[in-house]
């Protein structure tokens, strides 16, 4: 398949979730050397099997390690949901091809983006309803990384954005009232997903925590806003220009005669 | 989006790419370009006199570490190609400009690659350059053919890694050997750049920094980033001089220094600094950070939620010096398929030479990180 045709098969035109999918690693495919993608884990059935039947009120977001989220959105794919890919680390590109040493890259995303192209006429295959309600896939390493940190690793960390949902407004617009966050333990949801998971609660749709672990049923996740402290913490770092967004890269502290002239073109100020 | 490097098409529910381009008449596209060359010019001078003196640059409202960066006898470190772009909007007293975006300009695959396509697609017009090449050619002036080229970004930064990605591709094809790092992974031996990773270690012939200069400043070990600022010998694009000019406190410095800024101030709203106007009671002030590189740091009173506005009024009472008042203009909205918009045409000079148009239109007043991308076609009169 071609880099083109992997992308639309995650995220094909017209369907309803397809423009919030993450073009980062497809973007890599086209010089990418891939690996065999790791072996099934076995989570994904059983993951199906404890996960609500594919419903227009619900949707789900999977926070997994490296290529477990793209076997189990697959897996939920042939149950009716339609897996979106939020994957926002890149590999590194060396002389135009990505490097498979382990340890060059913080975050390993070689599993995932093997996993995303061999998967593909899998979940093409999966002939998804448009309307079909998202599960958004995430890479439970993303912020910390994948391998002991090292200075002289590539560091591809990333974080998970707010604006890189929809809105809970559209959601809410498209009959989502319930939102299941899968994750492999029964722990917080990561910081930089808590602020996307509590805006979504603020508007009044219910959150659930599914993890993954043996004999831990799914159970309802109320979130509190971040503490006044921690919060006016934050706005004195703002104050005094240290900081240029909560969760931002880390890094940035340290870390026209106007008219129309076709119906689909604007003219400027001439 | 796959081949461009276009990885945040979509920002929350905002579509950022238009599907539609914005024309413009050629004659209206060569007085921006002539405005901006020549603000180039300007800038330039006042940028060698500000870095003359160490009380100037303190006047900039720069962190300290900066200062001290950009305060030295040393020569300046040489520049591989010296890009910016001046962000001009067509308002009712005729264009503005609300900034130059002179430390680390981005938009290069909206502006080339997303343009040129739109051209392609639509049949309505030609674009009015090509960034990208531009920098390239620029580029290969400035640096051996073939050489070692390390372009640094920050970490967990999407929107500036595409960027770094973007550019690493077509030094890439052009036949440099490009890595992506981090500014502590540089090591400067007599004034020569070393790259020190587990992918590759050795001396590099250039670096594209696309990190911005007061994060580069808040980096613990200056030993790893103050060369690109002065006494380094490998050419660097941008160089960290580059930061004078986005200060938006320049212009409160430029009448001591004799230069001409006639082309300045035809663009430029009056400037002024937050003490001597009362910009808290007369809304036609807006408020903006000495280093504001993102549209979301402009504080206009009537588009600022009381909360915020309350937060801005503190931070500038806690450091007026590192702020800036400036006349509120009142944007021409251009209309749309999808209604009237603001407009922002970026244009970028690259070497002192126009070379293109980064636009974006938005149906707020302040173009920030939710603005929508659009194809600038320049139409025949």
């Known amino acids: 398949m071609t880099t083109e045709a992997i992308f639309e098969a995650w995220a094909p035109t017209g369907a309803r979730w397809s423009a919030w999918a993450k073009p980062v690693l497809f973007s890599c495919l086209p010089t990418a050397t891939l690996p065999e993608p790791p072996a099934l884990l076995g989570r994904p059935e059983r ?170 049923p799914a159970r309802p996740l109320m979130l509190r806003p971040p503490s006044w402290l921690r919060a006016l913490g934050h706005e004195l770092l703002v104050l005094v220009g240290l900081r240029r967004q909560p969760l931002g890269g880390f890094n940035g502290v340290l870390s026209a005669p106007v008219t129309t002239s076709t119906p689909r073109s604007a003219q400027s100020a001439g | 989006m796959l081949e461009g490097c276009k990885w945040d098409p979509q920002v929350g529910d905002a579509a950022t790419l238009a599907d539609f381009p914005l024309l413009m008449p050629e004659s209206t596209w060569h007085g921006l370009a002539q405005a901006a060359e020549a603000m ?166 250039a670096i594209v920094r696309f990190f911005q200069a007061e994060w580069l400043a808040a980096q613990p070990d200056a030993r790893n980033w103050r060369r690109m600022f002065h006494g380094g010998l490998t050419p660097v694009t941008n160089p960290g001089i580059a930061a004078v000019g986005e200060s938006k406190r320049l212009p409160l410095l430029w009448r001591r220094f004799g230069i001409s800024t006639y082309t300045w101030l035809c663009h430029l709203p009056e400037t002024r600094h937050p003490n001597e106007v009362p910009w808290e009671q007369d809304d036609s002030w807006v408020l903006k950070p000495a280093m504001c590189n993102t549209g979301e740091m402009v504080l206009i009173r009537p588009a600022t939620s009381g909360a915020d506005w309350a937060r801005a009024v503190r931070a500038v009472k806690l450091q007026p010096d590192r702020w800036i008042a400036q006349r509120r203009f009142h944007p021409e909205p251009v209309n749309t398929p999808d209604g009237p918009r603001q407009a922002c045409i970026g244009v970028y000079v690259v070497d002192g030479r126009c070379a293109g148009a980064y636009a974006r239109l938005s149906e707020r007043a302040v173009i920030d990180f939710a603005a929508t991308d659009v194809a600038l076609l320049l139409t025949q009169e």
Not at chain 1, 181 to 194: G, S, V, Y
Not at chain 1, 207 to 213: D, G, I, V
Request: charged share 20%; aromatic share 8%; glycine share 8%.
């Open chain 1, 47 to 216: 993951a199906l099997l404890e996960v609500p039947a594919a419903a227009d009120d619900l949707a789900l977001v999977l926070d997994l390690p490296g290529a477990e989220g793209v076997f189990t959105g697959l897996a939920l794919a042939q149950g009716g949901y339609r897996p979106v890919p939020l994957y926002n680390a890149v590999p590194l590109p060396t002389d135009g091809l990505p490097s498979e040493r382990e340890g060059v890259t913080l975050v390993d995303v070689m599993p995932i983006l093997a996993a995303l192209a061999r998967l593909a006429p899998t979940v093409a295959g999966c002939s998804l309803r448009a309307e079909a309600p998202p599960a958004f896939l995430l890479d439970a390493h993303r912020r910390h990384g994948s391998h002991p940190a090292s200075p002289l690793a590539f560091d591809n960390r990333s974080v998970a954005f707010t604006t890189d949902f929809p809105s809970a407004d559209r959601l809410l617009a498209h009959g989502i009232r319930r939102v299941w966050l899968i994750q492999a333990e029964n722990t917080a949801p990561q910081a930089d997903l808590a602020n996307t998971l509590r805006a979504w609660q603020a508007a009044g749709i219910a959150l659930w925590l599914k993890p993954l672990a043996p004999n831990t």
């Open chain 2, 40 to 205: 180039t010019g300007e800038l330039m001078a006042i940028e060698q006199a500000a870095l003359a003196t160490r009380a100037s640059l303190q006047e900039l409202g720069l962190p300290d570490r900066l200062v001290d960066a950009l305060y030295s006898d040393e020569p300046p470190t040489p520049a591989a190609v010296r890009v910016m772009r001046f962000d001009f909007h067509p308002t009712t007293a005729g264009w503005r400009v609300s900034e130059v975006n002179s430390d680390v300009p981005g938009g290069f695959t909206e502006a080339s690659f997303f343009t040129r396509l739109m051209a392609e697609a639509s049949r309505e017009g030609m674009p009015a350059g090509d960034p990208l090449r531009a920098w390239a050619d620029g580029f290969a002036r400035g640096v051996i053919p073939g050489g070692q080229v390390a372009l640094l970004s920050a970490p967990g930064y999407l929107e500036d890694r595409q960027v770094t990605v973007f550019l690493a591709r077509e030094l890439h094809r052009r036949g440099w050997q490009t890595h992506l790092a981090h500014p502590a992974q540089l090591h400067w031996r007599d004034g020569v750049a070393h790259l020190e990773t587990n992918w590759h270690r050795g001396p590099m012939d």
